[in-house]
């Protein structure tokens, strides 16, 4: 492993993370077990890719199966490629009926960026503060959520999304709702003021990397509608909330009762595959489509096309988008159980099978109570010693973060449970030492 390690640095740099403080390699996997070179099984709550399961067998059949018959860039017909955007096509509500396909969630939001500052004439841009969308140039001037030596963008603006799980818990609903809002009316009022205008809102539904934000009924609508109001584009960055994730809805903007003019994917779209796509309206697309001869070498392969049609049926005929529903409410009434013993740590939140919990330093709500991200790093590090998966999130890095494959079963849901009331236990018996 120390080799492996320094090799790893001599050749790809010491700058791409790795997680915990002793890195992890693994070997093979299946399902939600995944077996590390020293023969130990984990158990995986945090990986979103392998979405319906790591290897899943019919996706492994399908991409083995299309790769030795035919695999070749875009330019010629192949069904699969059909088939499948009529398929992915149908999960989403109208008017989105057109679908360009990409290989990767960064490559889907820099194009939806391109489109919407063609729409619009303007390059202003709304992200959320503390978010990530991507690496390319485009996004990198937009990212908030992780370094990025450029800076932001003069034409970015971010707006801080409410939650009303933490700092903003005390507030009635409407009040945080209504100065979020004028926080966007602001934010409008200031790229319009410099000359800007307005391009577009990106945004995560599930606000995962500002923390699964628990945001106002009625904030994400709301800030859609200005947006528009002001000539730019709502796009939704679904690479983390969709495919079912959240178990409410197939994608993650339906649980805000919005219709994104933009909708963006990738991670669980191939199961591990490199597939991802920007699906909008016909308008949209004949906008600029005469505009930009736009050609994508591998965006919409039938290897990558296969994977996707496989990751689509197994979702519909194993029932995993009920069962990460059903899954939900018994992962919230456990984690609220942990809370009488650990009042330290905050409500359950997240949607579905992405969920998580502020972790304070002291009973939520005892006076000077601040996130600790020691803790949360803490608690990461002692479910690895248990052989869980999982990871933390947020502004200080003190949320923490679970995201097993949609595949786990009852039973492995409460594994992950049970070792998070230990790893809890351990973190809260050291920090009184
Ligand atoms: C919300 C969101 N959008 C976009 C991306 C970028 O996707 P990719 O790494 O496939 O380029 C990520 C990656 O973590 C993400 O979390």
Redesign the pocket.
Known sequence: MADLLERRYKTLGPYSPLFYAQPLEFVRAERVWLTAADGQRYLDGYNNVPHVGHAHPRVVEAIAQQAGTLNIHTRYLNHRVVDYAESLLATLDAPLDRIIFTN??????DLALRIANQHSGARGLLISDF?????TQALAVATTGLVAHEGLGAHVRPIRVPDLDAADASRPEAEVLASSLAEVDAAIASLQEAGHGVAAVLF?SLF??EGLNRVPSGYVAGLAKRVRTAGGLVIG?E??SGFGRTGRSFWGHQNHGIVPDLV?M??PMGNGHPI?AVALSAALLDEFGPRNMYFNTFGGNPVSAAAGQAVLDVLAEEGLVERAASGAAGIRAALEGLRRDHPWIGPAKGEGLFFGFDVYDRPVGEAGAVPDPGRTKAIVEAMRARNVLISRIGRTDSVLKMRPPLAIEPGEVGILVETLADSLAEVEALSRT
């Open positions: 990767s969630g960064s490559e889907s939001n978010s990530y969308h991507g690496h995560d995962s990397t960055d690479v983390q963006t990738g991670k991802g």
